[in-house]
């Protein structure tokens, strides 16, 4: 399908310039529309490309349907406790971007974003320069893949990619696979290979996992009644550091249901604990395979715990549900080292690093993360959209995007309210 967007000429000035046609940049740009504000989005690729172009063919989401709730657009299909697979994610997509028509380009990379004497954003484009009163980034978080300073001593018959190009079984040499990570992304994709009959090798980490249902519910919709997905980042327990953390294992696929890595070793999936290191063609793991499996489940089992004392304390008429009892156990002396000459491909799981080099102002930390107050920062005019963790767990996703952008639209507003503008 293809969407239908007004693509204006690129020239001169605008009020707002949104970089990035994600979910955050089109429900910045619903708003704007709405309030009758002129801007353009600046797409370097299509709009919705990451849905479209930097997920395998089995991805499906791992939040219910329900929860995808944009500007001005919801869920409305017949399957709201379902998982929207890839196709179906870029049809939603398609589906918003034809609801309103945003002006955008798509194409058009940006090269750099400055400020003038006046206190302009100049936004240098490969297709010529522009300038914007204000600058909503909104490009997420996952930028640059990691790729671990030991990639570059595997032995030449190995295949290595990352989880952002990984398309599908077929699509890799024949032969065993080494998976490195267990984020969401690495068990799904582990998962994936085991299912067709690969043999996989799982580099099992500290991420923790959570279960698919519990007593008679999708463990999502327990804490969206909790008011979990509520919960500001400067609440959270961890704060600020929350945003650091792994995403919790689970899948949508197949209707949803558990990832539990110990079924899979008893199936014939080899885990490893976390990876270490190569050296003379031999992958060294550490000795936590245990420790990282019982940390997992331990997590699980803690948002039950939570889950439990919300149904009792809310007098909630729920079906009792016996806990998780593990199926494996690994032996004590579970291997910490392959020979990789048993492996045909390498998968790198093990997540992205942000890149705002592009933006040229003093805001960002040794990290290289923005620092901001709800995607407002210290600079007037610049704001930020659709960061993991920008304000709560769903300021990346579906589910909280729309939230984090009304709240810019009140800065924006003001900000254009204002009679005059000095430079900070």
Wanted: aromatic share 10%.
């Amino acid at each position: 399908m293809k969407h239908t967007i007004h693509t204006p000429a690129l020239s001169g000035h605008y009020s707002v310039l949104i970089i990035g046609g994600g979910q955050a940049g089109l429900s910045m740009s619903y708003l704007l529309k709405e309030r009758g504000i002129s801007h353009l989005i600046i797409e370097k690729n299509r709009l919705g490309h990451a849905w479209r172009s930097e997920r395998w063919d089995t991805f499906c989401l791992v939040t219910p349907n329900w929860q995808c709730t944009l500007p001005g657009y919801s869920y409305t299909g017949n399957d709201p406790y379902g998982f929207m697979k890839k196709d179906e994610i870029v049809e939603f997509m398609d589906g918003y971007i034809d609801s309103f028509h945003p002006p955008a380009v798509e194409g058009v990379a940006v090269i750099k974003v400055d400020r003038d004497a006046d206190g302009r954003f100049i936004v240098e484009t490969s297709q010529g320069t522009l300038s914007a009163d204000q600058i909503v980034s909104a490009v997420g978080g996952y930028h640059l893949p990691i790729m671990p300073h030991a990639a570059c001593r595997l032995p030449a018959h190995v295949t290595q990619i990352h989880s952002a190009d990984y398309i599908n079984p077929q699509s890799l040499p024949d032969g065993e696979v080494l998976v490195v990570g267990t984020g969401q992304s690495g068990c799904q994709i582990a998962e994936d290979l085991h299912l067709v009959g690969r043999k996989v090798h799982l580099c099992v980490g500290d991420a923790p996992r959570v279960a698919r249902r519990y007593r008679g519910k999708d463990v999502v919709e327990w804490l969206d009644k909790m008011k979990y997905y509520d919960l500001p980042v400067d609440k959270h327990p961890l704060g600020t550091g929350v945003r650091e953390k792994t995403n919790h294992y689970v899948t949508g696929r197949d209707g949803g249901r558990d990832i539990d890595l110990r079924k899979f070793a008893l199936e014939g999936m080899q885990l490893y604990g976390r990876f270490n290191d190569i050296e003379d063609g031999v992958a060294l793991f550490g000795d936590d395979l245990k420790i990282n499996l019982d940390s997992a489940d331990a997590t699980s089992e803690k948002i039950k715990d939570s889950i439990d004392r919300f149904i009792a304390e809310n007098g909630i008429d729920a079906p009792s549900e016996a806990r998780y009892v593990p199926l494996w156990e690994p032996a004590i002396d579970a291997p910490v080292s392959l020979d990789l000459s048993r492996i045909r491909v390498v998968i790198w799981c093990i997540g992205f690093r942000t890149d705002f080099s592009w933006i040229k102002a003093d805001i960002f930390d040794d990290r290289g993360y923005p620092g901001h107050e709800r995607g407002v920062t210290a600079v007037p005019g610049l704001y930020f959209l659709g960061l993991p963790w920008q304000y709560t767990w769903g300021s990346g996703r579906f589910s909280g995007v729309a939230r984090d952008a009304r709240h810019l639209l009140e800065h924006i507003e003001a900000l254009m309210a204002e009679p005059v503008r000095q430079i900070a």
